[in-house]
Structures are given as C-alpha cells and as structure tokens.
C-alpha cells in the first residue's frame, strides 16, 4: 500500500487538478466557450472578460480548491503524500489532458496548493498579491511577485519539501507569464481597474 501512497497521490492529484471548472461554468451559464474570448485561457481572469464576476469568482474558488483537496486527501497519509497532489493538481490545472494539455496559468491553484499543504503560507501570498498590487495595480506583476516569495517563505517555515515543490511550480507559472513579463517590460501591460 505505501509504495502506492505517492503515485496514487500523482494521479488523483492530477485528475482533480485537470477539471477545467473555467469551461465547465461558463458553458453551464450560457456564455459559450471562455477559451474564445480575450487570452483564450480557462482561468478566472479570463473568465471575468466574459463579464460575469460571480462566474469568475467561482472559477477562482474551485480552481484554488481543487489543490486544497487534492492535498487535504493526502495529509492523513504523510505530509510528501500531500505535497506530491497539490503539486500534482497544479500541473493538471495547467496541463489538463481533456483539453490538449492547455490549462490556466496557475495562479488560483498555486494558493491552493499552500492553502492545503501549509495554509499560514497561502495568507502570505495573499498578503504580498495584495501589497504589489495596491502599489503598482498589475494583477500579473503581483502574481510573480509573490509567486517568487512563497518558496522562501515556507523554506523559512522548515517546509522543505513544500519549498522545492513551490520553487518548481514558480518557475513554471513565470513560463505561462511569458507574455505578460514581455508586457509588463514593454509597459504595455493593463493595470487593475483599467478599461481596455
């Protein structure tokens, strides 16, 4: 049985994290596909273009609890058990194989992830999402931003195995950033609040 525990932990994780509730909701509300409107992405900000905030705010939920749980299943088991979902359900979020492997960018899911492996470090990138955007109102820059901290904070924590698995997902929410790292150094990217 425990020699199952982490691969079993790999696969529920990852179908878990792959329900594209973005899609799901949108399409049961009658807004059509969300992957045809604005970035073509499934995320919730994504979904808000569609103009439907609670639409939205559903999509961010689910997609950050889908981690939570992955993790919280886990935990009873050991806490790498619980690790190893949540970032199972983070690469199913952004590589969901009902869809081609063309998920979300990660964000809703990564505080997932900290909610269920280590919650004090979710509140942590709340706190610094919120701090760089009230001072430079670019919703993906405090992303990054505070995307690049966690693993530092739960490294100071003594959540070492939590560290390395936020360290790889950073760098792979930065990758799904490209585009808007390449805005935000062009000064093209659009700030918080700001009509388009």
């Known amino acids: 049985m425990n020699g199952l525990l982490l691969p079993g932990a790999a696969a529920l994780g990852y179908l878990l994290g792959s329900i594209p509730f973005g899609l799901l909701l949108t399409k049961a509300a009658g807004l059509g596909d969300v992957r045809a409107i604005g970035s073509g ?12 905030k609670d639409i939205a705010a559903a999509t961010l939920v689910l997609d950050a609890l889908k981690a939570t749980a992955a993790a919280l299943i886990f935990a ?3 806490a790498d ?5 949540g970032f199972f359900a983070f690469l199913g979020h952004i590589f969901p194989v009902w869809l081609k492997f063309k998920g979300g960018k990660g964000v809703a ?12 470090a979710a509140f942590a990138f709340a706190a610094i999402w919120l701090t760089t955007a009230k001072l430079s109102r670019y919703s993906s820059l405090s992303a990054l931003v505070a995307s690049a901290a966690s693993p530092l904070v739960l490294l100071a924590m003594g ?7 936020a360290a790889l997902m950073t760098g792979i929410l930065w990758v799904k950033h490209r585009e808007n790292i390449a805005r935000l150094r062009a000064g093209t990217e659009g700030r918080i609040g700001q009509k388009s």
């Open 41 to 52: 992405n499934i995320g919730a900000t994504n979904v808000l273009r569609t103009g439907r």
């Open 109 to 120: 899911t990564y505080i997932g992830f900290l909610l269920g492996v280590v919650w004090p």
């Open 159 to 165: 959540q070492n195995a939590a560290a390395v698995a």
């Open 81 to 85: 058990a619980a690790v190893i979902a």
């Open 76 to 78: 009873r088991f050991s």
